[in-house]
């Protein structure tokens, strides 16, 4: 079955540090990927989203792009800052299936 | 506007206990998840609707668990009897399209410790 594949963590950076989560996949047919955050006491909120190969997704200085040929939807962010520190998860959607996530990641942010 | 509301957002029970959580999701969205999350197991799907109709309860964990969607502005999750194992963070989430669409809308939880 579709499933979704991430670093795990967890990741401690300093601030203004480059951050990187890896994320790959599997699926059957042509999904679309999602990046979703959760802050502590909080529920997931969705960061961003790209629906099919090449396309990049960003928010709020976050990017991710769908590469097809190595099944991957790595997070990037050029500078983090202390309010970024919450748990990443990856996730995907193929056909009438629901959302599959990842198992999260977990990043610190030190100032 | 709202977003989803779930309630209570912290219940403490005793093992043997009904436990009731309640969702009320945004309105105009016509699907609904519930969502179990756990330090061990991550973000386990338990069943979503659509349409107010159940589709897929596989990760309903046992029989002990059950979900309704009585109407389009509100669902619940009981657990009957409770047990320490059913510990862990329960979410609630809605979307305005078909489970298809990938934009779910969480609610903030609701924390449930079952001593």
């Known amino acids: 079955g579709d499933s979704v594949t991430q670093m795990e963590g967890p990741v401690t950076l300093s601030e203004e540090a480059f951050l990187t989560i890896n994320c790959t996949y599997t699926a059957t047919g042509y999904p679309s990927l999602f990046w979703y955050v959760q802050y502590p006491g909080e529920g997931l909120q969705l960061l961003l989203k790209?629906?099919?190969?090449?396309d990049k997704g960003s928010n709020k200085g976050f990017e991710a792009t769908y590469r097809k040929e190595t099944t991957s939807f790595h997070l990037e962010k050029g500078s983090v800052q202390v309010s970024d520190s919450a748990v990443y998860f990856c996730?995907?959607?193929?056909?009438?299936?629901?959302?599959?996530f990842g198992k999260g990641t977990r990043l610190s942010v030190i100032a | 506007d709202a977003g989803v509301i779930q309630s209570p957002r912290h219940e403490v029970t005793e093992m043997g206990q009904e436990v009731t959580l309640r969702c009320k999701p945004i309105s105009g969205h016509n699907s609904l998840f519930w969502y179990r999350q756990t330090m061990m197991r991550g973000l386990e799907l338990l069943i979503y609707f659509n349409n107010n109709v159940p589709i897929d309860d596989s990760g309903m964990p046992e029989d002990r668990f059950s979900a309704k969607m009585p109407n389009a502005s509100f669902s619940t999750l009981k657990i009957q009897p409770s047990e320490p194992r059913d510990s862990a963070v329960y979410f609630c989430?809605?979307?305005?399209?078909?489970?298809?669409?990938?934009?779910?809308?969480f609610g903030e939880g609701s924390r449930l410790t079952v001593l």
């Open positions: 790209a629906t099919k190969a090449d």
């Open positions: 989430a809605s979307s305005p399209l078909t489970s298809s669409a990938g934009e779910l809308f």
């Open positions: 996730a995907l959607i193929s056909g009438n299936t629901p959302l599959v």
